[in-house]
């Protein structure tokens, strides 16, 4: 595990320039995505690193993290439709292929299937990036998920739902969605955990330092042999985050 503090102020830009400069060397690259309050300020800098030509997403694959289930189709909190209004929306040539998890589907079992089989086709994930939830989820994978769980449908804390009505604008409360498991994630080749904001310090606190376990979700990603933890400095308490990294 690897953890980068930035500044508050520029670590938008920080996460951006790193990502566009992974597009530059792979720009083939078969990425995984979230949605939500903590990228948004980095795909505003990603947006116009690529409209200054620095990158493209031209030669992506695109995999959402995860989606809601049980609100309409073009309700603001859809994860669909965040990325389009916070990235896709903003670039001339989108990625060559953007996969969703398919919640509207009339068997969601065999839609998450066909899921984990697209991510197997694509050849695997090369870089993910995810957020993390102030009860220490990770994609929807709340508290009590395991390692070995794959994209499945699941039931969502009041926490989460409460979240997506506070904060992504939701129209109705969303009781479930269809997420990435743990296992998915970690077979993905490089992780990148997104984490800012002082509301994150004390989740981000037990991600690195408590024990590893489903109690806390993202505490499994630990196992990863190419985890980078990106913080910024209201987020991430400096004497902690050094310990963790030794
Ligand atoms: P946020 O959500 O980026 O909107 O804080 C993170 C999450 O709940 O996974």
Redesign the pocket.
């Known amino acids: 595990m690897r953890i980068e503090v930035s500044p508050t102020a520029t670590w938008a830009d920080q996460v951006a320039v790193r990502l566009l400069a992974r597009l530059r060397e792979q720009p083939n690259l078969t990425l995984c995505l979230?949605?939500?309050?903590?990228?948004?300020p980095v795909y505003q800098r990603v947006v116009g690193g690529i409209r200054a030509g620095e990158a493209s997403l031209a030669g992506v694959e695109l995999f959402l993290l995860d989606e809601f289930g049980g609100i309409p189709i073009d309700d603001p909190a859809r994860c669909a439709r965040m990325i389009a209004t916070d990235l896709l929306d903003h670039v001339e040539n989108g990625p060559r292929r953007v996969h969703v998890p398919d919640v509207d589907a009339s068997d969601v079992a065999a839609a998450c299937e066909a899921y984990e089989d697209a991510i197997a086709a694509a050849g695997g994930i090369d870089l993910a990036l995810?957020?993390?939830?102030?009860?220490g989820?990770?994609?929807?994978n709340e508290p009590g998920s395991a390692a070995d769980t794959y994209t499945r449908a699941v039931r969502l804390h009041a926490t989460?739902a409460e979240?997506a009505t506070r904060?992504?604008g939701a129209s109705v409360s969303p009781a479930w969605g269809v997420t990435m498991g743990i296992g998915t994630i970690l077979e993905a080749r490089t992780l990148w955990l997104?984490v800012?904001?002082r509301?994150?310090r004390k989740v981000l606190t037990r991600v690195l330092r408590g024990p590893i376990g489903p109690e806390v979700p993202a505490s499994l990603l630990r196992g990863h042999d190419d985890l980078v933890v990106h913080a910024d400095d209201d987020a991430a308490d400096l004497r902690t985050t050094v310990n963790a990294g030794e």
């Open positions: 979230p949605t939500g309050a903590t990228p948004r995810l957020g993390l939830g102030a009860n989820h990770v994609g929807m989460t979240h904060s992504y997104l800012s904001g509301h994150k």
